[in-house]
């Protein structure tokens, strides 16, 4: 098992940075694909980031260049870095574990999931 909460989510205008944290507790957390999705209103969930636990990343083509994904196994902590931060980027952020090998990008693909943090940009 695998228990994660998300926090740092909020409102910004447009233009700004938010930093999203995901602490997980239950599991070897240095073991396991830690990765960010997000849902916004009317939309289906769709996928953010993930970072492995080599520390090798892959993002979306909508975020990249703009979103950095980190973690930090000491504190079993992953962290989702928001830059530029549009409009189109509102949506609800879910911090998720997979237990998988290979990319995982889907969201059958991953095992447990966080409560989603709420991100509003404004314009």
């Known amino acids: 098992q695998v228990q994660l909460v998300e926090s740092g989510g909020g409102l910004v205008q447009a233009g700004g940075s938010l930093r999203l944290s995901c602490a997980a507790s239950?599991?070897?957390?240095?073991?396991?694909?830690m990765g960010w999705f997000r849902q916004a209103p009317g939309k289906e969930r769709e996928f953010v980031a993930a970072i492995k636990r080599d520390y090798s990343k892959s993002y979306a083509d909508s975020v990249k260049d703009r979103f950095t994904i980190s973690r930090d196994n000491a504190v079993t902590t992953v962290y989702l870095q928001m830059n530029n931060l549009s409009p189109e980027d509102t949506a609800i952020y879910y911090c998720?574990?997979?237990?998988?090998?290979?990319?995982?990008?889907?969201?059958?693909?991953?095992?447990?999931w966080g409560q989603g943090t709420q991100v509003t940009v404004s314009s």
């Open positions: 998720a574990a997979s237990m998988r090998y290979g990319w995982p990008r889907l969201i059958k693909e991953y095992d447990y």
């Open positions: 239950g599991r070897t957390f240095s073991t396991i694909i």
